[in-house]
């Protein structure tokens, strides 16, 4: 998703510099250019826009998508709870079961530190 930023971030501020405030192409050409350089600038700009427009709109579109499912999926996650006491594990206060693999299998053992109790849960 880092990538999708950085794209995105860097097609609008082409977009920008080109397109609404042409500050790119004052900085390219000086102050007082010819109609020839413009004509040249422009023609560049233009080829070069054809591609950063689909690419900025995928990517705000990839970055959207992303941050409605983190959204969406952030309250779906619950926390793990011991079934027999209800102690749920928690990184913050420092909770953590303990975790143990069962060897062979997409499974673990998961100890609950406060009574004890141990289940399987999966991977």
């Not at 705000?60 to 409605?68: E, F």
Request: charge should be positive; glycine fraction near 4%.
């Amino acid at each position: 998703m880092f990538a999708f930023a950085v794209l995105f971030i860097l097609c609008v501020l082409y977009i920008t510099a080109t397109i609404l405030t042409h500050s790119l192409q004052d900085l390219l050409l000086g102050q007082n250019p010819s109609e020839e350089q413009n004509s040249i600038i422009r023609a560049l700009f233009s080829w070069v826009l054809i591609p950063v427009i689909p690419l900025t709109i995928i990517s705000g579109l990839a970055l959207l998508i992303y941050g409605i499912q983190a959204f969406a999926l952030r309250d779906r996650r619950k926390p793990l709870a011991c079934p027999k006491c209800q102690t749920e594990e928690s990184r913050i206060v420092g909770r953590m079961f303990n975790r143990k693999p069962v060897v062979g299998t997409d499974w673990q053992i998961a100890v609950c530190p406060f009574c004890g109790y141990d289940w399987h849960i999966p991977r």
